[in-house]
């Protein structure tokens, strides 16, 4: 190399130094462009929706944050069930997704054998491809209906406040919310709880694959020393694994989150759409994404800029969700003294 | 450098294909116009096959989109489509100001449909104001004595009764609610009527579909649906008692009485709906669909395919129409139709 470029002119070497800079100050740009794309699609949409929403803010105030009617009739509207429906079930899809992804993924890297673990990651993938559509037909023919013949009876007869025989159980007298939590009049499946159910079964694959990956990232110097001092497999994966992905597990879960938050035709299908705010996890209620769904192609005038309001809130919910996970991160960073 | 030989050669190949190219878009041109419409999916399954019978008879396309009234509605007034469908009709100032015409095109029936152990379809009889009374949450038993009153002689078990109505805003929510104002003045005063309503109890179904498949799973539920739904899915219906005092069993007959008992005549734009029709034998809950057109077309060709197709349907498609379970507009009204074509709009 060195040979050759003192047989070059001098000239030569400029054009070509300057037309490295030049690419370089290109190619630059170009990611810097990538990266503003995506921040201006946000906020465009963000921006779309809160312009949308413009005329049911100015008309009703914060009143529609605590509001919970949606009177078509009389143009009267409240963001609470809608709002309440959404993060009550996806936290209740994050309460049953987490320990189980967190199960899949430790079985998959710790302690399957080497020939399963392929079958089974290649498995939870194809579910995660399943359109979600398809997980709301699941819910709505064969879960549902399952759910409410046997499942469902014995919940409200031994934890609700509501029971078949009117004798309440001793949970549901002595620990408090439990009665309410699980009373409820009506005998069919959608609801709250089972939309939870359905989500979580969607999130699992998201969550349990960046689980997976990640964990097996963690130095096997690590887990060996671990191992070689005693420890079983639980206390490896609890105090050594987990700490040391503890940024990435937390990305992934709430990168389920997220799904779960914004999910629309599974929920739609199995959340009875209901809009009345109930306190029992077993009666039907409504969430954002489906409400949206359901009724804006029809919505004219103040109920489609109710609608648009509920979009913005969605937004609102989810960068406040994603900031508490920011947050929690630093707070357990500064405790390992980072 | 291209030698002048293979220079030749190839602007001759550009010229030949560039000769193609503009021969066969002579031929593109010479094709049938499409048109497009887009509304109420009410209609969908009956727009289908007219347009396909009607595609294969003159060669010309009709492209519906299924999206909903009122983004039917919302697109006819930017003149984006030819026509728009809505199963509520538009007011006549709206219609003065677009400068639009509308007119009805066919007609169904909606149902309530049961899920009660040992009912069948025909079995249970009920009247608007219980109807009312059962969907505004104040008659929450099937052994309710005022159900039990309309019902001598069927035993109806002591269950309660789990309300499924429609979660999206849609046409046959809109007729089922107009006729429960219409019968009920609670109803009228609390709850009003519209595409979507403040429902003050039960279960919310996505379409018609959807709240069929919750009454054929929830025991002791009552929902709404369109007739087509009804008998496809083999769910019990309710007879209802209509304006005159008799009992009607849905059919084909009695929302073809409905319509041709409606008062047209005094309706300027056809804007009627025909709820709780007047006649005999007239099915309480019968509904249609309004097809909306500008009066002066912004694209005269389209205009004019899109009136000869509605000439067909109206004509001809009335086999197709009650297959598919609907209703053909009975044939007086199918003149007013036709003479209000020649009067309002300019071909």
């Known amino acids: ?338 | 450098m291209l030698t002048s030989r293979k220079y030749l050669t190839r602007s001759a190949r550009f010229a030949a294909v560039a000769a193609i190219a503009v021969a066969s878009t002579f031929g593109v041109a010479a094709q049938a116009t499409d048109i497009t419409g887009a509304g109420s999916s009410f209609v969908y399954p009956v727009m289908s096959k007219w347009s396909a019978a009607y595609a294969e008879k003159t060669g010309n396309h009709l492209n519906y989109q299924s999206v909903g009234s009122g983004a039917g509605i919302a697109q006819i007034k930017e003149g984006t489509i030819d026509f728009g469908a809505s199963d509520a009709p538009m007011k006549a100032e709206d219609l003065q100001k677009y400068g639009l015409g509308q007119f009805p095109i066919v007609v169904g029936g909606i149902v309530p449909v049961v899920n009660i152990t040992g009912v069948q379809a025909d079995q249970i009889k009920l009247d608007g104001v219980t109807l009312a009374d059962i969907f505004l949450g104040k008659i929450t038993n099937w052994n309710d004595p005022k159900i039990a009153a309309l019902n001598a002689g069927l035993t109806l078990p002591a269950g309660k009764i789990t309300v499924v109505h429609r979660s999206d805003g849609s046409g046959t929510s809109f007729n089922f609610t107009n006729y429960l104002s219409k019968v009920n003045p609670e109803w009228a005063s609390k709850i009003k009527f519209g595409t979507a309503v403040e429902w003050p109890t039960g279960v919310g179904g996505k379409g018609n579909e959807g709240v069929s498949q919750y009454v054929r799973q929830i025991k002791g539920s009552i929902g709404y649906v369109e007739y087509a739904y009804a008998v496809k899915n083999k769910l019990a219906w309710v007879d209802l008692k209509n304006a005159s005092g008799n009992f009607m069993k849905p059919s084909a007959d009695a929302f073809a009485a409905a319509a041709a008992t409606a008062d047209w005549a005094s309706a300027k734009d056809f804007n009627l709906i025909m709820t709780n029709a007047p006649g005999a034998q007239a099915w309480p809950i019968t509904a249609t669909t309004w097809m909306i057109m500008y009066k002066t077309p912004k694209n005269a060709g389209n205009s004019k395919v899109a009136f000869d197709f509605f000439k067909y349907a109206l004509e001809n498609g009335q086999k197709a129409a009650s297959d598919l379970d609907y209703v053909p507009l009975p044939a007086p009204l199918v003149s007013k139709i036709e003479a209000y074509w020649a009067s309002e709009y300019k071909h």
Request: net charge neutral.
């Open chain 1, 1 to 338: 190399m060195p040979a050759n470029q003192a047989a070059l002119p001098i000239d030569i070497l400029e054009q070509r130094s300057h037309r490295d800079a030049r690419h370089e100050r290109l190619f630059r740009w170009l990611l810097k462009g990538c990266a503003l794309i995506v921040l201006a699609s946000l906020l465009g949409a963000a921006g779309a929706t809160l312009w949308g929403g413009r005329e049911a803010f100015s008309a009703f105030g914060w009143h529609f944050l605590v509001s919970s009617a949606w009177d078509p009739g009389n143009d009267v509207y409240g963001a609470v069930v809608p709002v309440y429906g959404t993060i009550a079930t996806s936290l209740i899809a994050l309460l049953i997704a987490v320990p189980i992804s967190f199960g899949i993924a430790v079985y998959l890297s710790e302690v399957a054998p080497a020939w399963l673990r392929t079958p089974v990651a290649s498995a939870i993938e194809l579910l995660a491809g399943i359109p979600s559509i398809i997980y709301g037909m699941w819910g709505l023919f064969v879960f549902a209906p399952f759910f409410a013949n046997h499942i469902k009876p014995w919940l409200t007869n031994n934890l609700g406040n509501k029971p078949d025989d009117g004798k309440l159980s001793w949970v549901a007298e002595h620990v408090p919310f439990v009665g309410k939590l699980f009373g409820s009049d009506y005998p069919f499946g959608a609801s709250i709880l089972v939309a939870g159910i359905v989500l979580a079964v969607m999130i699992i694959p998201f969550i349990s694959s960046v689980m997976r990956e990640v964990f097996q990232t963690v130095p096997t110097r690590l887990k060996e020393s671990a191992y070689a001092l005693g420890s079983s497999t639980w206390e490896v994966s609890w105090d050594i694994v987990l700490p040391y992905t503890r940024s990435a597990v937390i990305g992934g879960i709430f990168l389920g989150l997220g799904r779960a938050l914004g999910e629309t035709m599974a929920v739609t299908f199995v959340l009875g759409n209901a809009m009345h705010l109930s306190a029992s996890l077993l009666d039907p209620g409504a969430s954002i994404a489906s409400t949206i769904a359901n009724q804006f192609s029809e919505a004219t005038g103040l109920q489609k800029s109710s609608l648009m309001a509920l979009a913005f809130l969605l937004f609102v919910v989810t960068f406040v969700v994603l900031l508490i996970a920011r947050l929690m991160l630093r707070q357990l960073a500064r405790k390992e003294g980072r």
